[in-house]
């Protein structure tokens, strides 16, 4: 076999066995200038009705941290750059279970302080604290993920999956899971 035809091989099995599963890009949590915020580096803000005060310019609206989007399971949460949240089914409550490989694969949305909490189209927005002491936001009392797949704006490749003991799913903005 040709080594280009060896390395597309392994390259196609190492894929099929990852599933949805793959390595995840690491979030950074330190402070950003909000005006290019990568997907990594969320802002810690809630929707467009908050407003900072600025004294030369008057009000100024902040990006927000959790938008609606049109995804190919219809309406879902994204975050302020378009990319797909995850609610994880295995989740209790507000406490989030998913660590080590699972965050990994499914990395969860880190912000770098605590948010005033405030509503977004329906749900409540706000964050937790995880055992590592890093904030994940919340949306409706359920920690929010991403999916490392994702690798474009809208694009939603691991709906309705199970890993790591429980079920993963887009959300629509009401909270509730899109099946």
Not at 82 to 104: E, I, K, N, Q
Not at 108 to 120: D, F, H, Q
Not at 125 to 143: E, M, N
């Amino acid at each position: 076999m040709k080594p280009l035809a060896l390395v597309l091989l392994i390259a196609a099995i190492g894929g099929s066995l990852a599933g949805c599963g793959a390595s995840a890009p690491r979030s950074d949590t330190s402070a950003v200038d909000t005006s290019i915020v990568p997907r990594s580096h969320p802002s810690a803000l809630t929707t467009t009705r908050n407003r900072l005060a600025d004294p030369v310019h008057g009000p100024v609206s902040r990006p927000r941290l959790v938008m609606v989007s049109q995804t190919p399971y219809g309406m879902a949460l994204t975050d302020g750059h378009g990319f797909a949240l995850y609610r994880f089914t295995h989740d209790t409550g507000v406490a989030s279970t998913c660590y080590g490989a699972c965050a990994d694969a499914w990395p969860p949305y880190l912000v770098a302080g605590r948010l005033a909490r405030g509503a977004a189209d329906g749900g409540s927005v706000g964050t937790i604290r995880r055992t590592d002491r890093r904030l994940q936001v919340t949306y409706a009392g359920h920690p929010l993920y991403y999916y490392v797949g994702d690798r474009r704006p809208g694009e939603v490749l691991c709906q309705g999956v199970t890993e790591f003991g429980g079920g993963w799913y887009v959300v629509a903005p009401s909270g509730r899971l899109i099946r």
